[in-house]
């Protein structure tokens, strides 16, 4: 856990108080309303200078010269690593995802979409939910064939059987001879190697290789999201039903982020691959690497379900109920591990 150990034990519980305050009401906090919220015996002067200090330190700011403060990445990042236990979700909640995941395996997509829509509708921010669905099965070969006309198609077969075809358009005709050597080319640097570790490979041959058949490696790589990518599946709902709820929502910059990331399903399954290795990570704010997701919290939770495994995550406004979503997505873990794993 990483804490200030400059703040005094007062200093920490006002910021406590600032936080839940304006997770709960969206509203800049005043030293009066902390006063008559929690009835510290404190006088408003000198919660307003706790205030003032916390404010001058990074943990909180003023939106407005005259309005209250709120909390900022900072503050938030304080909070979120004060929380030293993660509560069990009640019976009435428990119940609600028990029924809505479902108690039989069935399909794994079908648990996603349920769990994602769940998430969403409970949080009212977006439920996130990407599963690899694939991630033991190995390339036994690539094969290349050219069309008449100048088009190819792409045939990714498994060694279980499974296959992937890509129709693609070459930018001349290559002879026979070209075709055979370039698959065979990529052939000794992808079979044998599970979905995941193939592009590596092909990036490889792309960084290191030189010739026509480094070309038409090239032009495969530019279709791995389809061939290789395919493994991994993704599923999001954002389950707001009551947009007056969350204030953020009319700052025009968010909203047209917001727009954007919903549009684009492979940002976000890029921004989940890159945390699928972590057991519980969040991210605030400008933590977040990207532009786009810079005015939001990301919340995410690695799960294991049988041979498959996962993220589970929210994606909200930075004024999100941390302990809460900590309860629920461990709380959806418990119930895919008791009865999908």
Known sequence: MIMDHD???????????VIDLYVEAGKPVSSKMIKLKYGHRASTANIRQVLHKLEERGFLYKPHVSAGRVPSDTGYR??????????????RMREEVRNRIGQD??????????TARLLGEITNYM???????HSREVIKKLSIIQLDGGGGMVVLTLVNGGERKVRMEFPKRYSPHIINRAGAIINEHIAGYSLEQAQLRLDSLLKYGIGIEREIAGLIAEEAEYLFDWAFALEYHFGIDKPHN????????????LVRIMGEKKLMLDLLKSRIDSDILVTIGKENQQDEFE??????????????????????????????VFSLLNGIDEEIKCNHG
């Open 246 to 257: 969350i204030p953020e929502l009319s700052d025009p910059r968010l909203l047209h982020n």
């Open 295 to 324: 005015e939001f919290s990301i919340v995410t939770q690695r799960f294991q379900s049988g041979e498959h495994i996962g993220v589970l995550g929210i994606l909200g406004p930075t004024r999100m109920s941390y302990p809460m």
């Open 7 to 17: 703040i005094s034990p007062f200093e920490m519980s006002i910021l406590k108080n």
């Open 127 to 133: 439920g996130l939910m990407m599963g690899v669905m």
């Open 105 to 114: 395996l069935g399909d794994m997509r079908d648990i996603m979409r349920k």
């Open 78 to 91: 304080w909070y979120v690593n004060s929380i030293q236990k993660v509560f069990p979700l009640n019976s």
